[in-house]
């Protein structure tokens, strides 16, 4: 029985202490784009992604498996091209999403955002698909249907299942494998409508160097990661943050102060989506929400350019966070 082509990048990941080795950016997008193109056997995928999951995958790893995931969707013909690309994960298990309400103040303000997602791997969260939704907020339905969106209202959110169902279907294999893939840095990366910012909230600290590298590998102009709460875009203002940066091809770092004096913040027992609505419209004064909003919204700011400094940043997103339509989560037109 003749080999199967894919079982040389396994035995890459696999041929013992001295021999086994990182897979270089032109073997990754090869064997990534084999995995999208149906090529590969299931008991292949299974072992190709928790050996790349017990060394951890490499920043030209990560490259090259973005570059054939990229290259599998195909951008719809004349797609508006969105200002931030946001990336949405992880779901939300301690605290609500206030990031949305961050998102909805930059549209307000002429930001075009594509937004993408999971709509759920893990059990007991809540994911942005179904926070959109008890908003009362779109939730678009293909890749052709959101550029639509951006051009009409300037925000488009769109589950993964939709963008990329192979991906999906990875992404869900989380229960059955046990562990994260490769593929959960992957799609944050995607950017599939190629806006000129990139903003990639992460949980586990060590991979911050992965994206950051990745990022700049991928050519991405202005870039920016950090540990967001649970994962997601959303800054923990009880507690000072690191963001690494990509700009113009060099890599670098912005240190944001502690916005809360209480380092502490309970876990949320009730994750009562309307609270956000209840923020928005001012009938609910949440301290931590609102610093978390306004937090992210910082973090965003300076990745646009619209502040020179984290300082900056910071007073404008509270200003932007008071002059918001109070009225309705009105789309910007």
């Not at 179904?130 to 052709?144: C, H, I, N, Q």
């Not at 925000?155 to 059955?176: H, M, T, V, W």
């Not at 000129?196 to 600290?205: D, S």
């Not at 940066?245 to 060099?250: E, I, K, L, Q, R």
Request: hydrophobic share 45%; charged share 20%.
């Amino acid at each position: 029985m003749a080999e199967h082509e894919f079982a040389k990048y396994i035995r890459i990941l696999a041929r013992g202490k001295t021999k086994s080795r990182s897979l270089t950016g032109e073997e990754a997008e090869a064997a990534m784009a084999m995995v999208l193109g149906g090529e590969v056997e299931p008991e292949q995928l299974g072992a190709f992604l928790m050996l790349m999951r017990l060394k951890e995958e490499t920043a030209e790893e990560v490259t090259g498996f973005t570059r054939a995931a990229r290259a599998s969707l195909g951008l719809p013909s004349g797609a508006p091209v969105p200002d931030l690309d946001w990336s949405s994960y992880a779901g939300k298990r301690r605290q609500l999403p206030w990031f949305l309400l961050a998102a909805m103040v930059l549209v307000q303000g002429g930001v075009r955002i594509f937004m993408h997602g999971t709509d759920g791997h893990t059990e007991g969260r809540l994911y942005t698909g179904a926070a959109l939704s008890a908003l009362g907020l779109p939730v678009t339905r293909s890749l052709d249907e959101a550029a639509v969106a951006i051009g009409e209202t300037g925000f488009a959110y769109l589950p993964l299942g939709q963008l990329s169902p192979k991906l999906d279907k990875i992404i869900n294999l989380k229960p059955i494998l046990g562990l994260r893939s490769p593929v959960h840095t992957v799609a944050r990366l995607l950017n599939p409508l190629r806006a000129p910012h990139l903003l990639q909230g992460i949980f586990h600290p060590s991979f911050m160097p992965i994206h950051q590298q990745a990022m700049r590998l991928l050519g991405e102009p202005a870039a920016m990661v950090f540990r967001g709460e649970g994962g997601e875009i959303e800054r923990r203002p009880n507690k000072a943050l690191s963001v690494s940066t990509v700009h113009a091809g060099t890599c670098g770092e912005d240190h944001w102060p502690a916005s809360l004096a209480d380092p502490l913040q309970a876990e949320d027992g009730e994750m009562d989506i309307g609270r956000l609505a209840a923020v928005w419209s001012g009938a609910d004064d949440d301290a931590y929400g609102i610093a978390a909003i306004t937090g992210t919204l910082a973090i965003a700011l300076k990745l646009l350019g619209r502040a020179d400094n984290v300082e900056t940043a910071q007073r404008e997103a509270e200003v932007l966070w008071q002059a918001r339509n109070h009225a309705r989560m009105a789309l910007a037109v």
